[in-house]
Nanobody, 119 residues
């Protein structure tokens, strides 16, 4: 079992920045990576970025590449998502997820943290 707790959401102005955190605990040694997702009102959840827990390989969706940065602090078992140049279209509930190993699907989910970007 892996437990994930997101934090760092809130209200930002257009053009502003936020840093989200995903604190992981439990059997993270079984996971290959952790990813960030978001779900805007009335829309499906979408993948944003992922990071390998060992080696640090990162990958991004084209929608946020260059604007969002995923990183990790292994000592704190925390994954971060730095978001810059925010727009109202970034308003969503942001969640992190851990897989059950490489080539498995995203399996464990946090509760999410809400981000609202005002114009």
């Amino acid at each position: 079992q892996v437990q994930l707790i997101e934090s760092g959401g809130g209200v930002a102005r257009t053009g502003g920045s936020l840093r989200l955190s995903c604190a992981a605990s439990g059997q993270t040694s079984d996971s290959y990576g952790i990813g960030w997702f978001r779900q805007a009102p009335g829309q499906e959840r979408k993948f944003l970025a992922g990071i390998a827990l060992r080696g640090g390989r990162t990958w991004y969706s084209n929608a946020v590449k260059g604007r969002f940065t995923i990183s990790r602090d292994n000592a704190k078992n925390t994954i971060y998502l730095e978001m810059k140049d925010l727009t109202p279209q970034d308003t969503a509930v942001y969640s992190c997820s851990a897989d059950q190993g490489q080539s498995s699907g995203w399996y464990y989910w946090g509760q999410g943290t809400e981000v609202t970007v005002s114009s």
